[in-house]
């Protein structure tokens, strides 16, 4: 019983949680929406600092630094996406891959929050119940929005965004809402992977972390929740369910093995483990088949 | 509306039964009752993976030959070592993984202070000791009394090269060129400054920069008209490659120095010529003549086929001074072990006699090294605390 249930495992879980967090969150704007954003660790980031930040020196309650974190970075978001959301496909995965790297790079710069050294001491809060709250409230929002209007017109923009501006939809306008709600969601779960770490240092949030959330997008399938869900767990989890490999082996190929997985799984499913559809979709179909 | 919501707790439901998996894979290791299992964290891969790995075969080395001469009171040390890609974030999670799956009872890491400060609350929360080999940041072992450290803290650097500097050199004026954005120059410039004048010494000019810059000739020009016999520059090598081509080209004659930031191959491929002469304070040389030094060099080279470099020697002596620790401890319990850490006193290690003081830091001596040229640098003195 040791084995199943101790820190170890329970930290696994709850990086897993923060990862579903990042990896819905970012499949709204790159799944629903088809923009193409690669600086999610950056959002992250700033709900990550803010949070540790306000907990450290003004010992606010967790829920009030977590929700401070998350609009901290959804007022980043509306301001990198307002002009950048006008422009098309590339340009936008460079300016929020710029912004990603520029959040970085300032954080290596303020003193305040230890700079390179890091910042260390932030009080521990949050784990299992908080993270998994957070991660349902992610999953019920943004499944609830795509039924709305909203994520009617959403689709829309990423379906052809001539027709959709055609039909009397703002396109700009809903992108950067896609991206505001997105970027909320990475704040809060940064200020949870803070929490819980009680470690913060800039490197953390690199180039490398962003595209890791992109991965686990495209892996469970670009506009697919529980695609998001299950590859979040997948990046998360296969890595360390490899580490007694390399303790047995002595033999340090866990990466190795870890991309081959990705690569194979992206032959043998190219719209990712889910497509588009949803866990209620494939029961749909399991229902109809054997009815 | 709530069907929806469901849909959201079972996706939860489902994960969490999910991540349950890798554990029934049965990474544990049985502890035997011979065996004493140690856990060692490090960057094997990654952008600082030959700092990993250099420790690493430090360590390896240490164990095997405590093993070979019958292991500690008939107990055999056990390795555990887990990758943690130079991330903060995995160095925690592999620490967590090695105290509460693995069951150490003490753990060796990590070269990085970033990665040490990461994992340290959690080796602090579990009362599992945590020997740090090269951290140097101060604030690694404040975190709590089971951490400790085997190499000098940054602030001593500065103390370390006053002392040469006015008992060596014989200097009377020296001037200061800090880089003021650094953690890591500021202290050293600090505890330098204190005491070189407690030596009777006069810092006769103080000029700051900032890392990145490119341009020093406004600060070397108020140096110059100071006249100091020596310029303490606690910064890093790309700056101090470039300082010392403009000061050349000013025709600054004093000495320059510095600490272990200094410790590159670009160091010269930055400064040239006019970096050759330049003393820095650093951990180890393989240069020194001391018997251990010789010992330990000739017994990596056995079992790697390659000359040992700083980090490989103080993985060594972290794992020789966990050893000592164990030896003394009645029961190799972490309590035990922490206790005994504590109290090591003198002890005979690659880099120096190690004192470990009470606020956890090691009390060694630091080696002065003198820039020959490329990758090449002569053994001065070595400087006690």
């Not at chain 1, 506009?223 to 296969?238: D, E, K, N, Y």
């Amino acid at each position: 019983m040791d084995f199943l249930f101790n820190e170890y495992i329970l930290s696994m879980i709850v990086y897993c949680g923060v990862n579903i967090i990042l990896a819905v969150s970012l499949n709204l704007v790159n799944g629903f929406t088809g923009q193409f954003s690669i600086g999610h660790a950056g959002f992250m980031a700033i709900g990550a600092y803010l949070s540790a930040y306000l907990g450290m020196n003004f010992h606010t309650p967790f829920i009030l630094n977590t929700i401070l974190g998350g609009l901290a970075s959804a007022a980043a978001g509306y301001a990198v996406g307002l002009p950048s959301l006008r422009l098309k496909g590339d340009y936008l995965a460079i300016v929020t891959l710029g912004f990603g790297e520029i959040i970085r790079v300032v954080l290596l710069n303020i003193d305040a929050v230890g700079g390179a050294r890091g910042m260390y001491g932030i009080p521990k809060d949050g784990g299992f119940f908080w993270t998994y709250g957070w991660a349902v409230a992610t999953i019920f929002i943004i499944s609830q929005l795509m039924r709305s209007t909203h994520g009617r017109a959403f689709l829309a923009v990423r379906e052809d965004e001539i027709a959709a501006e055609a039909m009397g939809i703002n396109t700009t306008k809903y992108k950067v809402r896609a991206f505001v709600i997105s970027s909320f969601f990475a704040g809060i779960a940064g200020a949870l992977f803070a929490h819980y770490l009680c470690y913060l240092n800039p490197s953390s949030f690199g180039f490398m972390k962003s595209i890791d959330v992109v991965v686990m997008v495209v892996l469970g399938g670009m506009g697919s929740i529980t695609g998001s869900v299950i590859a979040a767990c997948i990046i998360t989890l296969l890595p360390e369910a490899l580490r007694p490999l390399q303790e047995i082996t002595k033999i340090d190929f866990r990466m190795v093995i870890y991309s081959l997985t990705l690569i194979i799984l992206m032959l043998t499913r190219p719209k990712g483990l889910f497509g588009n559809l949803e866990l209620s979709d494939l029961w749909k179909k399991y229902v109809k088949r054997h009815s | 509306m709530f069907k929806n919501l469901a849909l959201a707790l079972t996706a939860v439901i489902a994960l969490t039964s999910c991540t349950k998996k890798p554990s029934t894979d049965g990474t544990a290791t049985s502890s035997n009752a011979n065996e004493i299992l140690v856990g060692e964290y490090g960057s094997m891969t990654g952008s600082e993976a030959t700092f990993g790995i250099s420790t690493h075969e430090g360590i390896q080395l240490a164990f095997k030959q405590i093993n070979n001469t019958g292991g500690i009171n008939g107990k055999l040390l056990k390795l555990i070592s887990l990758d943690n890609q130079g991330k903060p974030e995995e160095a925690a999670t592999a620490v967590q993984k090695l105290i509460t799956q693995n069951k150490v009872v003490a753990v060796l890491g990590e070269v990085a202070s970033s990665r040490s400060l990461a994992a340290a609350p959690i080796a602090q929360q579990y009362k599992i000791p945590m020997v740090s080999p090269s951290s140097t940041n101060p604030k690694v072992t404040e975190v709590g009394d089971y951490i400790f450290r085997v190499c000098f803290i940054d602030p001593f650097q500065g103390t370390v090269m006053a002392k040469f500097a006015a008992e060596n050199l014989k200097a009377k004026k020296v001037a200061i060129m800090t880089d003021v954005k650094s953690d890591y120059s500021v202290g050293l410039a600090k505890f330098f400054k204190e005491k070189f004048e407690d030596l009777g010494g006069k810092v006769v000019s103080e000029q700051s920069y900032a890392s990145q810059d490119i341009d020093f000739k406004a600060q070397l020009t108020a140096i110059k008209a100071a006249k100091p016999d020596a310029i303490f520059i606690p910064g890093y090598y790309t700056e101090v490659g470039l300082i010392s081509r403009q000061a050349k080209g000013l025709g600054i004659k004093a000495a320059l120095l510095g600490g272990d930031g200094w410790d590159s191959s670009k160091l010269f491929e930055i400064g040239k010529e006019a970096i050759v002469g330049g003393y820095f304070s650093n951990h180890y040389t393989t240069e020194s003549k001391d018997k251990k030094v010789q010992e330990f060099i000739s017994a990596y080279k056995d079992a790697y086929n390659k000359v040992p470099d700083g980090l490989a020697a103080m993985g060594y002596d972290a794992a020789m001074v966990l050893v000592d620790a164990m030896k003394r401890a009645k029961e190799p319990t972490p309590e035990a072990i922490r206790d005994q850490l504590a109290t090591t006193k003198d002890f005979i290690a690659v880099t120096g006699k190690i004192t470990i003081d009470e606020k956890r830091n090691a009390t060694k001596p630091a080696v002065v090294v003198q820039v020959k040229g490329q990758d090449k640098y002569g053994y001065v003195t070595t400087i006690n605390p």
